[in-house]
């Protein structure tokens, strides 16, 4: 049973830095994808960034030079260090991790004031 914790999230001001953790238990054969998606209120769930195992990371175009995916393989862990947020940034954001299955964590809020 693959089990996702996720931390991190809060409020913060305009500008300000965030580092969200994702950390993934339960996985025995590794992981295909690790990643991020956020979902703002009345909106869809959008991709964030991910980063394929051997493959390059892809970012969302409003995140790119702002956010930085990595990960931590000994301790099966994705983080998503956020620099100069933005009120736009503000929304839940949920790890994900594909196996290829697919895993969820349970969300984590990220608020941004203006």
């Known amino acids: 049973q693959v089990q996702l914790v996720e931390s991190g999230g809060g409020l913060v001001q305009a500008g300000g830095s965030l580092r969200l953790s994702c950390e993934v238990s339960?996985?025995?054969?590794?992981?295909?994808?690790m990643g991020w998606y956020r979902q703002a209120p009345g909106k869809q769930r959008e991709m964030v960034a991910v980063s394929p195992t051997g493959g390059s990371t892809n970012y969302a175009d409003s995140v790119k030079g702002r956010f930085t995916i990595s990960r931590d393989h000994a301790k099966s862990t994705v983080y998503l260090q956020m620099t100069s947020l933005k009120p736009e940034d503000t929304a839940v954001y949920y790890c994900?991790?594909?196996?290829?299955?697919?895993?969820w964590g349970q969300g984590t809020q990220v608020t941004v004031s203006s």
């Open positions: 994900i991790v594909v196996t290829p299955q697919y895993y």
């Open positions: 339960g996985g025995s054969s590794g992981f295909n994808v």
